[in-house]
């Protein structure tokens, strides 16, 4: 149940930060700087997160901070379409609009995604948590995915007010959803709660969590991976309508199948690899690092694709969307593991600081990788050898990420890494 507002919240997310991009850049034709710095902006806000989880956890309580989050979100969400038609009559007060909803898009995902992950880790059993985390995820992933392709059948003959209303139907139905999936739900799953101890103040709670070896190291292999994993996402859709000639309802699809590709990476681990993990206990690290060089292969894969007009995209995204799945479903499980570890007053706080990394990897990476479109292109740059420059530069970023990865297989002894601690079990609940 819990799995179904995690979908929800990537239903919204997709039209927020994929559509309406696309449609800057190539409809409006504006700048990929301008809602690249947008995108950055809702996942500047998400810096707090760790505020947010705090207040959770201090609370007693994660559902009415799940309900609001999810509830200003699908509003921004359709405010944040309005805008963008505005933007086509008037720029400027399209763009004051805009930038009002991307900060509360930001907020409205930020207060319900870590409240939402506290709560699974602090109500499922310990044996379960990475595992739980896992499906959950996989449960977001669908939701992208579905909501994308099913969208993208709509946004065509496209119109702005087909756009407004689209994204006023998900945000509508992404609530209703919420509602069902936490109906009395955080009252019945208190019995696998750990016993409460002494609330620390927000500056305490945090420079424990800092001041964990492993937590820390773990810290920027999420904003390393993310920075990499989202450089693309700005990029790729203005990138086959501007090289391969695709409509918006193209291109909103071929997103889908992107997130269709993460979602196949991470069933495959899941159940191909409990089979695996008692014969070979370092199974975890194996995944997050092939994972992370797959995406990079995938990647250049994609470059290449520029000067090769009858490439097979779809394909090829499809496949980037998978190699990404497998090093997602290892970081996940390991995220889980750790926060449940931590106890239950300081799991709302853990979740929000790896929240945070990822937040502002993800701001920063498609902030990076439009103005560097933008740079390139104003150089002389040909606009396919452009988008291929930052394809390229984002494999090298995911082959750090593997670099990363290995040193935190190696920072302590078998079985008391990161990956030891939170792969078997997530792998064979997860089948």
């Not at 919240?9 to 997709?14: D, E, F, N």
């Amino acid at each position: 149940r819990l799995g179904l507002v995690q979908a929800a919240l990537g239903s919204i997310v997709v039209l927020t930060t994929s559509t309406l991009n696309r449609i800057m850049v190539v409809e409006l034709s504006l700048a990929a700087t301008i809602p690249g710095a947008l995108v950055g902006l809702h996942y500047g806000v998400q810096i707090a997160r760790p505020l947010w989880g705090h207040g959770s956890d201090r609370g007693g309580r994660r559902t009415p901070w799940i309900i609001g989050g999810v509830a200003l979100l699908a509003l921004a969400g359709t405010g944040a379409a309005l805008s963008v038609a505005l933007m086509a009559q008037n720029f400027a007060l399209g763009l004051a609009l805009a930038i009002v909803d991307f900060v509360l898009i930001g907020a409205g995902i930020g207060a319900a995604g870590t409240s939402l992950l506290a709560l699974l880790a602090s109500s499922v059993a310990p044996e379960r948590r990475p595992a739980a985390a896992t499906v959950v995820w996989l449960m977001m992933i669908f939701g992208i995915a579905f909501t994308a392709v099913v969208s993208g059948k709509f946004l065509d003959p496209f119109s702005m007010t087909r756009l407004v209303a689209v994204a006023a139907c998900a945000g509508l139905a992404a609530l209703l959803l919420t509602l069902v999936a936490v109906w009395r739900i955080e009252p019945a799953v208190q019995v696998f709660s750990e016993p409460a101890a002494p609330r620390a103040t927000f500056r305490a709670s945090l420079a424990d969590a800092w001041a964990d070896p492993q937590a820390r190291l773990f810290t920027i292999f999420v904003f390393v991976s993310m920075l990499a994993y989202s450089m693309q996402d700005l990029i790729l859709e203005p990138f086959a309508g501007l090289v391969f000639a695709m409509s918006p309802g193209e291109t909103t699809t071929l997103s889908g199948i992107q997130n269709g590709g993460v979602f196949a990476g991470m069933v495959l681990v899941g159940v191909a690899g409990s089979a695996l993990s008692r014969r070979i206990p370092s199974i975890l690290k194996i995944f997050t690092v092939g994972g992370c060089v797959l995406s990079a292969l995938a990647l250049i894969a994609v470059a290449s694709s520029a000067a090769a007009p009858d490439w097979p995209l779809t394909a090829n995204v499809f496949a980037l969307g998978f190699a990404n799945g497998i090093f997602a479903v290892a970081a996940i499980a390991s995220m889980m593991a750790l926060a449940g570890a931590a106890g239950k007053d300081r799991i709302g706080l853990r979740m929000g600081l790896w929240g945070a990394a990822q937040a502002i990897a993800f701001g920063l990476g498609g902030f990076t990788g439009t103005v560097a479109v933008d740079l390139l292109r104003a150089v002389g740059t040909s606009v396919p050898l452009a988008y291929a420059g930052v394809f390229l530069l984002e494999a090298a970023i995911f082959l750090v990420a593997a670099a990363v990865a290995l040193r935190i297989a190696r920072s302590g002894a078998r079985g008391n890494s990161i990956f030891d601690k939170g792969g078997p079990a997530a792998l064979q609940a997860a089948e």
